[in-house]
């Protein structure tokens, strides 16, 4: 069984300000996974492309800014960070939301090329505008 190859990986364009957030994250990491294809195997990369546009403009629901937590460990003893959603969107959106996603691929060796498939943008402008998007 061969790997896929880069030209039948398709483009998906995802728009944050019409979806929910974790709906939208969810199938930007299962579009990543390749699982929506018939041909899905675990240990192949057979993903697609995912652009995120509007990054600044999330559509989440409920309280979650401010109750939704995030942690960070910086690797030495006690210094465990954490911080609200809210603040963690400020300060950089795209790299929240990398983080997320990546949180829920599998921890394997494919991680690194699926989440460097993933291209995040804060306004509408992106340079893939001539590149055919799949719906």
């Known amino acids: 069984m061969t790997q896929i190859t880069n ?8 728009d944050l300000s019409q979806e ?3 709906r939208a994250l969810s199938r930007a990491a299962s579009l990543l996974a390749g699982k ?3 041909e899905y195997l675990p240990n192949l ?7 995120m546009i509007n990054a600044d403009k999330l559509n989440i629901t ?14 030495y003893l006690g210094n465990m960070k954490q911080m609200t ?3 963690s969107l400020e300060k950089s959106a795209s790299d929240t939301i990398k983080k997320s996603i990546s949180g829920m691929l599998p921890k394997n060796k494919l991680l690194k090329d699926r989440v460097a498939r ?5 306004g509408q402008e992106h340079p893939h505008q001539n590149i055919s998007f799949e719906e």
Do not use: A
């Open 62 to 75: 409920g309280n979650k800014l401010d109750q939704k937590i995030i942690y960070k460990h910086t690797g």
């Open 45 to 51: 990369d057979q993903g697609d492309y995912v652009v």
């Open 20 to 22: 929910v957030y974790g």
């Open 85 to 87: 959603l809210k603040k």
């Open 36 to 38: 929506n294809k018939p």
């Open 118 to 122: 993933l291209k995040i943008y804060e």
């Open 7 to 14: 030209s039948q990986r398709k483009w998906h364009l995802i």
